[in-house]
């Protein structure tokens, strides 16, 4: 029996056979009530301390009973009442899965028994037994018996541990979670948004909320793990046999059931024979005394849920949007101190700044609040790993490196380095000081794109699957717009995505090639033309994607041979586009000026930016003057005092 009691549970049934003074050798549950009140931050001394109870007044009172007791020869004995708060304890830790009886065990099944020596006791010194529960069970996790808890998580708990992160602004969705729970009928949540915006964090700060209030201690918050739950389900029935034990025994109106990417639930367990898991839930979503918080993304959302029109009328959708810079920025200065603690690394306001700025430019197919977090977790690891106290540029820059997996060239390296277009460069370094406000570059090239894709590759490290090669000659109709954004609501493929909007949303930089838009229908076009001014594109599930870290490279290189009458000019067509970048030559040498170098070009036959960089590279630093001579077809430099 005593292998399931704890040490301090086993010392305080020690204490209490020395309290036998009053008993006659007799061990009664007055003399275990002595024992807990003698024990050091025991509950029972702290929750009797509260209402003013002293160890004198109980010693009083149990010398005021008349307790008759049959005389024993033995050195001691266990009343049966004392015997039953024991056992008592036992089953109370088997209610709520805890490995070992403690003192607060003990001290619970001694009030919920009643009929014994130590609740008179308390009685008649004012005190009420049911209200003493309460106070034990707002210190103490007692909540009703979890039969598969292997497949649960009790948020609840973990927020009274601590052990949840903070939960920092965005209360118009707590408040919204809360009456929404609070509807009689279909009193259940589905959050709905985009990867990353924060959801399963909103529930984690409604069980920080709960925990906070003593109004909500009455309930919990539990997450089920559906991957537990599905793994070892190998025959038929197994699946649909666990989770309606579960499902039955936390149904309640205390009790509230969070499920993470709830659109798994849609033909889960399904076979031949069997129910899915959303056929099982639905007559418990139709009870006001079950509780259900989802949370999916919007593309599962309408890919999974909606089909389902019995499934989606149960629910009550709450949008999540992602919360802008500014909101991000508090949310990951009031979790800094997290951080700052695990890591033992210090983090400026002005690097805070800079990890939203990089997260925002760096990462757009994330959204914040989730890629601001990560950057910042990163380059705390980076800085704890590289030995500073205190969070660098060097360090954020390394963690975006990191995350994203593009380990391109640094700025002074882009700027020594031999490629093809050398007028590229300042695009790139435009990119990576963050000073880009659409996308990297759009440029227009006439045949072969292969040495520009060399360039990109060598100063950004793009490998092969990050480049989109798009043919527009094919893209004759207007509904041709579906292939690279996805269908409409109603149509075919609406499920899917776009090629275009899927390539920019799986890779963080791109590189997208474009060939014969003037072929194309005129509403492709004036989708290229807007693509190219805006920041962003919405795909067919509204989902806004950013440019900030693509490459549009359009190309021109066939011909078609048209049948027929044709009237009007090709060349009026919507394909005049207007890039960044047309690869005139041109010199820029502005960046000499960084090294100590003020150079003044004359003339040139051709771009000499990488020219003169490699001729001044043995002057010593100072004012010069370039000629270029197309007699010796060579520059002359001139030192200028």
């Known amino acids: 029996m005593f292998e399931k009691f704890s040490n301090q549970a086993k010392n305080l049934i020690y204490e209490s056979r020395k309290k036998y003074l009053f008993s006659n050798k007799i061990i009664g549950t007055e003399n275990l ?92 010194l004012g005190l009420n037994t049911e209200d003493l529960i309460e106070d034990v069970k707002e210190v103490f996790d007692f909540t009703k018996p979890i039969l598969e808890s292997k497949y649960l998580t009790n948020l609840s708990l973990l927020a009274r541990e601590d052990k949840l992160a903070p939960f920092i602004g965005r209360e118009t969705y707590l408040d919204r979670l809360e009456k929404v729970l609070s509807r009689k009928t279909k009193p259940n949540p589905l959050l709905v948004g985009n990867a990353g915006v924060g959801k399963t964090a909103i529930v984690e700060g409604l ?213 093809n277009y050398p007028e590229i460069k300042k695009y790139i370094v435009n990119y990576l000081v963050g000073s880009n406000r659409k996308n990297i570059m759009s440029v227009m090239l006439n045949g072969d794109a292969s040495y520009l894709l060399e360039d990109i590759g060598d100063l950004l490290n793009i490998s092969e699957e990050m480049i989109l090669k798009l043919d527009l000659k094919g893209f004759k109709e207007y509904s041709s717009i579906s292939r690279l954004i996805g269908s409409p609501p109603g149509y075919v493929g609406f499920d899917k995505g776009g090629v275009l909007t899927e390539h920019l949303k799986r890779y963080p930089i791109s590189v997208v090639l474009l060939s014969n838009i003037k072929f194309s229908h005129y509403s492709i076009q004036t989708f290229i033309h807007e693509m190219l001014k805006n920041e962003s594109i919405s795909d067919n599930f509204g989902n806004k994607i950013s440019l900030n870290s693509v490459i549009f490279v359009c190309l021109d290189t066939t011909k078609e041979v048209k049948l027929g009458f044709v009237e009007g000019d090709e060349e009026d067509s919507l394909y005049d586009l207007r890039l960044k970048s047309d690869f005139r030559k041109s010199t820029n040498l502005s960046r000499l000026k960084h090294v100590g170098y003020n150079v003044k070009v004359n003339d040139y036959f051709e771009d000499t930016s990488e020219i003169v960089f490699d001729l001044l590279s043995s002057y010593p630093k100072g004012n010069y003057e370039v000629n270029y001579s197309k007699k010796t077809r060579k520059h002359e430099i001139v030192k200028v005092e």
């Open 207 to 419: 069980a920080s909320k709960f925990n906070k209030y003593k109004r909500y201690h009455h309930l919990t918050i539990y997450t089920l793990r559906m991957s537990d739950l599905i793994a070892g389900s190998r025959y038929r029935g197994d699946f649909e046999e666990r989770i309606v034990k579960v499902l039955d025994e936390i149904k309640g109106e205390n009790n509230i059931l969070f499920i993470d990417e709830i659109h798994n639930i849609v033909g889960t367990g399904n076979s031949e024979g069997t129910l899915d898991a959303a056929n099982i839930l639905k007559p418990y979503l139709a009870r006001s005394d079950f509780k259900i918080i989802g949370a999916t993304t919007l593309d599962e959302y309408n890919k999974h849920i909606t089909k389902d029109k019995a499934l989606t009328r149960r629910f009550q959708v709450i949008f999540v949007e992602e919360p802008d810079k500014e909101e991000t920025r508090n949310i990951i200065t009031g979790i800094k101190r997290h951080y700052q603690d695990f890591h033992n690394v210090n983090v400026s306001n002005e690097i805070l700044d800079l990890i939203l700025d990089e997260a925002c430019g760096k990462m757009s197919s994330k959204n914040f609040p989730d890629k601001a977090i990560d950057v910042l977790d990163e380059s705390f690891t980076v800085a704890r790993f590289n030995g500073h106290e205190n969070i660098l540029k060097e360090d954020v820059e390394e963690a975006i490196r990191n995350i994203t997996g593009v380990f391109g060239l640094n700025i002074e390296e882009i700027f020594k380095k031999k490629i």
């Open 33 to 124: 009530l002595l024992a807990m009140f003698s024990m050091k931050d025991s509950i029972c001394r702290f929750l009797l301390t509260e209402y003013d109870v002293s160890l004198e007044q109980i010693e009083e009172e149990i010398a005021k009973l008349h307790i008759i007791r049959k005389e024993i020869k033995e050195f001691y004995v266990y009343t049966p009442a004392y015997k039953e708060v024991l056992h008592a304890s036992l089953q109370i830790i088997d209610e709520n899965r805890s490995e070992l009886v403690n003192e607060e065990h003990i001290f619970l099944a001694l009030l919920r028994h009643k009929n014994n020596v130590s609740c008179y006791i308390l009685e008649a």
